[in-house]
């Protein structure tokens, strides 16, 4: 079993900053990267932003220059600094990982989702 907890989602106004962390724990053999999705009301989760073990990022146009992903590989955690906040980055935020079980079995796990708001 694998658990993903996220926290740090909350209300914020406008031009405003968040910051989301997410820790892995459980049957962890390797992790092979960690990230950030988002939904909003009526749409799909779409990629935020995830970096790889090695620090590689990878970022939604929407993201570069605002949000910054970072990851602690000790503490199996991942991290989601968001700033310049906009009412069109308003959704439910779920940490991913994709990591291996054992030497040969990896999969995808997600958290359970915070809710970010940003409106005055």
């Known amino acids: 079993q694998v658990q993903l907890v996220e926290s740090g989602g909350g209300l914020v106004q406008p031009g405003g900053s968040l910051r989301l962390s997410c820790a892995a724990s459980g049957n962890i053999f390797r992790i092979i990267a960690m990230g950030w999705y988002r939904q909003a009301p009526g749409k799909q989760r779409k990629l935020v932003a995830t970096i790889n073990a090695g620090g590689g990022t990878e970022y939604i146009d929407s993201a570069k220059g605002r949000f910054t992903v970072s990851r602690d590989n000790a503490k199996n955690m991942v991290f989601l600094q968001m700033s310049a906040l906009t009412p069109e980055d308003t959704a439910v935020y779920y940490c991913?990982?994709?990591?291996?079980?054992?030497?040969?079995?990896?999969?995808?796990?997600w958290g359970q989702g915070t809710q970010v708001t940003v409106s005055s």
């Open positions: 991913n990982s994709r990591l291996y079980t054992t030497y040969n079995q990896w999969s995808d796990y």
